[in-house]
């Protein structure tokens, strides 16, 4: 009857999946209620990029520290995982440690170094832990990492510990197996002596019991993914090498303003011409939501692993100002999952009465912001949550009018000085006579 099992485990394996593909199906879907917008370009450029920046971890090492700490799980998660497609082959099909059978000495050579990585894993997220709980750093505490996005990043470090844990006891308690095939190893043979005295039938038992642990604790990470700040594990990369590779100080214009200027400064045009009947409506000037974002700026959003490098890089933050660029992209993310739900309840979305602007970013915080980039140059992922800003600031100025004084004087100052000061085009050079 030992074939349960395998049904059992697969029947598991198949739910997960599913419930997995489902999840990330939902934040596919409303990534892509933002806007079209043409990233396919310098494809050289973006797969160099991406190449550096997601897989080369370049911008991590910009913090030495944390730096160091990220690679040893980035590296230990991913090559670990050779050992958990082990697992799933032997869970589906009833056999064990089937790659041991063909990979000989070279098997226990890798298993050796996935546990030296184990540990190193173990390390990594105690270091973190007491980053987060000890040291206290000031990025981990800010006002908007109470509640869910504390518990969050500490939830995720807890279940890289159980899931290294589980792996080595399991090595360590097959160690003391009388018809042992593989082993001992090097991390696992130093906690086996805990084991020893105890009979066999108990420590197949164990074994089991922590193999089981271990793939059903990474099945239930998998499907946490979705709900957490970690679901960069899938994003980042994508996130890379969607990134503006523009000049940073460069903004963006919109596409029907332009039109309209050349219209203007065309000396053939029509200023009496009627519009054309069969053109679309008018889109909205800047954004209020997340539909009006494009979506890229959508899957920064979700790619967003709260370190709060941006936030700490930030000048007007740095200056007591209500800005938080990471502020910007978690209320995104939490107000595109709001719409998400809206439509998974109805359907399609319907006006719920709440928006972007204002019931989760203030007007304080747009107007905050310099347009340094710091922020922007600070994300280890290429997160841009300056556009975002830009974005809704546009809104504010051409379809409320709401720009502050200071702003709506100097625009007067350029359309009729063409200057931003308040001085006549015929009186600038006075200066001159006095010099």
């Avoid at 000495?105 to 990585?117: D, K, Q, R």
Wanted: net charge negative.
């Amino acid at each position: 009857m030992e074939w349960i099992d395998n049904v059992i485990f697969t029947v598991i394996l198949a739910l997960a999946s599913f419930l997995f593909a489902k999840n990330a199906n939902k934040i596919r879907r409303n990534i892509f209620l933002g806007k079209e917008i043409n990233r396919s370009d310098r494809k050289g450029e973006r797969w160099a990029l991406m190449a550096k920046v997601a897989l080369g971890q370049s911008k991590m090492v910009v913090r030495p520290v944390a730096g160091f700490f990220h690679i040893l799980i980035y590296v230990g998660f991913v090559l670990i995982n050779i050992e958990v497609l082990e697992i799933l082959i032997d869970g589906i099909f009833g056999t064990h440690r089937v790659f041991s059978s063909f990979l000989g000495g070279i098997y226990t050579l890798a298993i050796n170094f996935f546990e030296i990585l184990a540990v190193g894993v173990i390390l990594a997220c105690l270091v973190f832990l007491a980053r987060r709980v000890l040291v206290k750093i000031k990025r981990f505490h800010s006002p908007e990492m109470k509640g869910w996005a504390s518990s969050d990043a500490k939830n995720i470090l807890y279940i890289e510990l159980a899931l290294m844990y589980a792996l080595l006891l399991m090595n360590a308690v097959e160690s003391n197996f009388d018809s042992e095939t593989v082993g001992p190893f090097l991390i696992s043979g130093l906690i086996a002596p805990l084991f020893n005295g105890l009979e066999q039938s108990s420590l197949h038992i164990l074994e089991r019991t922590f193999w089981w642990l271990h793939i059903l604790g990474i099945l239930a990470f998998l499907n946490y993914l979705p709900f957490s700040k970690h679901f960069h594990i899938f994003l980042s990369f994508p996130n890379v090498w969607y990134a503006n590779l523009d000049q940073k100080g460069r903004f963006s214009n919109m596409e029907s303003v332009t039109e309209e200027v050349k219209k203007m400064m065309d000396p053939n045009a029509d200023p009496y011409a009627a519009p054309d009947p069969n053109a679309p409506p008018p889109e909205r000037f800047g954004a209020k939501d997340v539909m009006d974002l494009n979506w890229v700026q959508l899957m920064n959003a979700y790619s967003c692993t709260e370190c709060g490098r941006c936030t700490s890089e930030c000048p007007a933050n740095q200056t007591g100002k209500k800005l938080s660029p990471r502020k910007i992209m978690m209320d995104t993310r939490d107000r595109l999952d709001e719409v998400g739900k809206v439509i998974d309840k109805k359907g399609s979305f319907i006006d719920d009465g709440r928006s972007l602007l204002d019931d989760f970013i203030s007007r304080e915080e747009l107007w905050a912001c310099t347009t340094c980039n710091a922020c922007v140059q600070a994300c280890p992922i290429g997160i841009d949550p300056l556009s975002i800003i830009i974005e809704m600031r546009r809104y504010l100025v051409m379809e409320e009018s709401a720009a502050p004084q200071e702003l709506n004087l100097m625009m007067a100052n350029v359309e009729n000085n063409a200057a931003p000061w308040q001085f006549a085009q015929a009186d600038r050079l006075n200066w001159l006579e006095e010099a």
